[in-house]
């Protein structure tokens, strides 16, 4: 069955910097466009990056500049490198799957908690 395993998280000081993993095992990685989000307490999840099966990235403007999305199909693992980290960073952030087949559901990780504070 399709597993996503966050791993990374943890607390900061403002201006560090965290690298959070994501493990996918049960679907043909390479082929599936991947995501991260965020949740903050009492906010709605929020896209933070995705990449495409191609190497295509998007993201959220709120993290343009410090926040870097890879992926190493080798590995079965999709990256969120976080720089130059703010208070307001601080969520819960997940991995995604998108469109997986054959259901062509989408899959979430149980999330990793970041917490940005001095």
């Known amino acids: 069955q399709v597993q996503l395993v966050e791993s990374g998280g943890g607390l900061v000081q403002p201006g560090g910097s965290l690298r959070l993993s994501c493990a996918a095992s049960?679907?043909?990685?390479?082929?599936?466009?991947m995501g991260w989000y965020r949740q903050a307490p009492g906010k709605q999840r929020e896209l933070v990056a995705t990449i495409t099966s191609g190497g295509t990235t998007i993201y959220a403007d709120s993290v343009k500049g410090r926040f870097t999305i890879s992926r190493d199909n080798a590995k079965n693992t999709v990256y969120l490198q976080l720089n130059s980290l703010k208070p307001e960073d601080t969520a819960v952030y997940y991995c995604k799957a998108n469109r997986v087949p054959p259901s062509w559901d989408n899959y979430w990780g149980q999330g990793t908690q970041v917490t940005v504070s001095s």
């Open positions: 049960g679907f043909i990685f390479s082929f599936t466009s």
